[in-house]
């Protein structure tokens, strides 16, 4: 939260009454909104995918794309609300966001998809750190926990929500829906708020904006973000595009440190990492954030493509971990300031490397419960992760330092999920292909047991063709299953890897409830 949000509870009296519960009710449907957006498109890609006649793989850039615009967005974030006001940028930012939903909904084909998804990430940065801000300023200091509590709620239950509306919307509507449904929440969330909170807007003043900082920022994430996602497909490293996009990256990148390391007024600023704290803690919140969001990503994949199971009922299937996480925060936040931060980190650890582990036992046929089970655990980990990481992660940083480390902490992380979902689908393509290959070479049309399924399918009314067919189909299908079992073993070593780094840094005074929003 900015200084200038923080000013805000005490330049006007708090809402009271129908006034404050509509306004709390508009700002937390800002929040869930915004966080449903990163979540509602995962079990619909092979949807979308299919209509606009791309890949499941070239598909999965409508996430990546939002997340890397909106981590990059979430920099500047600060600047915004001191520069034009808390209100006036959140509610700008709201309706900005609304307008970028109708023309995802309305997207023609995936370059415009991921050109308005780009725009939609982009526009989004302001709406979580303003609406946490906006929510403490209307409950007043003496319900700042009941605040945040409306607001953390919100940012748990809309990853509960989306797999769900998306699987529902794309299996008995159309996809464009899971954009035009934030049309008349946005409108309202917008017109509530600016009727309400315009009178308590926040002091402006002009401050200096790094935008040489900013531009290379974008262009060293986003040429990385487009490398990972089109490598794949050509190849790597063999393909020139490929290789100049290296070079713009790593040259990119180098220029914005140099940059950063010598403007008086950065973007970002690199100093919070003479902390320790921080930085061990950024470390280990964006590679368990990185391996959690790549298989997040992966599931709902896997399932609609490989398993046979809808769009509803891969949603379905997340769900539960989010409902647990719901159920475990409140505890956790109540327990976090008795006792050291380091063991509730420990603990997320130990729980996420339990469901990827469990996952690594999958089987093709199954059943509901069995996917179901693993991600039930996961919802324990994820109770315990965000609180417990950024509570070590802002531990001993001065007040001050707070929001610029609470926006540089969010960009890692947003960014991280994003690169993660483009590694984790690129090693599940090319475990697949290795798997296939051992398993074409195990079988051969003198083996017995691939006569007696040839036979099988010859009893069923098939001919050679149409039987070689299935059998093929089955082998790729199997292949898939053994790379996702790869990936879910891998994930829960790196799990159990990151343990470590929670106890290298100091110990957290007093455990300290975190500052949740970013600025």
Request: net charge neutral; aromatic share 12%.
């Amino acid at each position: 939260m900015s200084a200038a949000a923080a000013s805000t509870a005490d330049t006007a009296p708090p809402l009271a009454g129908a006034a404050k519960a509509i306004t709390a009710l508009a700002l937390a449907l800002g929040t869930f909104m915004q966080v449903l957006d990163t979540t509602i498109a995962n079990v619909s890609i092979p949807t979308i995918a299919g209509n606009l006649g791309v890949s499941s793989d070239q598909g999965t850039w409508v996430i990546t794309s939002f997340a890397v615009a909106n981590g990059v967005s979430v920099p500047l974030t600060g600047w915004l609300m001191q520069r034009f006001g808390v209100v006036r940028t959140f509610v700008l930012s709201v309706l900005l966001f609304t307008a970028a939903s109708f023309l995802c909904g309305a997207a023609w084909s995936l370059p415009s998809l991921i050109a308005f998804r780009v725009l939609q990430g982009a526009v989004s940065g302001p709406m979580i750190p303003g609406s946490q801000a906006l929510l403490i300023n209307i409950f007043g200091p003496a319900k700042r926990g009941t605040a945040l509590a409306i607001w953390s709620m919100t940012t748990l239950v809309a990853p509960i929500a989306g797999p769900i509306m998306g699987g529902y919307i794309s299996d008995n509507y159309i996809w464009p829906w899971i954009f035009f449904i934030n049309i008349p929440v946005g409108l309202f969330c917008g017109f509530i708020c600016w009727t309400n909170l315009k009178s308590q807007e926040t002091p402006t003043r002009k401050l200096p904006i790094d935008r040489v900082g900013l531009a290379l920022l974008f262009v060293w994430v986003g040429t990385l973000q487009v490398l990972l996602d089109k490598g794949k497909d050509v190849d790597w490293f063999h393909s020139t595009a490929i290789v100049v996009l290296a070079i713009v990256a790593a040259i990119g990148f180098v220029a914005w440190l140099i940059w950063e390391l010598t403007e008086a007024q950065p973007i970002v600023d690199l100093s919070l990492f003479r902390s320790r704290s921080f930085t061990l803690g950024c470390v280990a919140l964006c590679l368990g954030y990185g391996v959690f969001f790549g298989n997040v990503v992966l599931m709902p994949l896997w399932l609609q493509s490989y398993v046979g199971y809808t769009a509803t009922w891969a949603g379905l299937v997340a769900a539960p971990s989010g409902v647990v996480a719901v159920l475990v925060s409140p505890l956790i936040g109540r327990l976090m300031g008795r006792y050291d931060a380091r063991f509730f980190a420990t603990g997320s650890f130990v729980f996420f490397a339990i469901s990827y582990f469990m996952r690594a036992g999958y089987t093709a046929d199954s059943s509901f419960q069995a996917f179901v089970a693993p991600l039930m655990v996961q919802g324990i980990a994820m109770g315990l992760f965000f609180v417990a990481m950024l509570a070590i992660t802002f531990d001993g940083l001065p007040q001050h330092k707070v929001p610029a480390a609470s926006g540089l902490s969010n960009f890692l992380r947003i960014t991280s999920g994003s690169f993660a979902t483009s590694l984790t689908t690129t090693f599940w393509d090319r475990r697949e292909a290795l798997h296939q290959s051992h398993l074409s070479e195990s079988i051969t049309v003198y083996d017995p047991a691939y006569q007696q399924s040839l036979a099988q399918l010859h009893s069923l009314g098939l001919n050679d063709q149409a039987a070689a067919g299935a059998l093929t189909r089955t082998m790729v299908s199997q292949s898939y299953l053994l790379s996702a079992l790869d990936i879910f073993y891998l994930s829960g070593w790196l799990a159990v890897a990151l343990i470590p780094l929670c106890w290298m840094v100091r110990r957290p005074a007093g455990g300290g409830a975190p500052a949740a929003a970013a600025d």
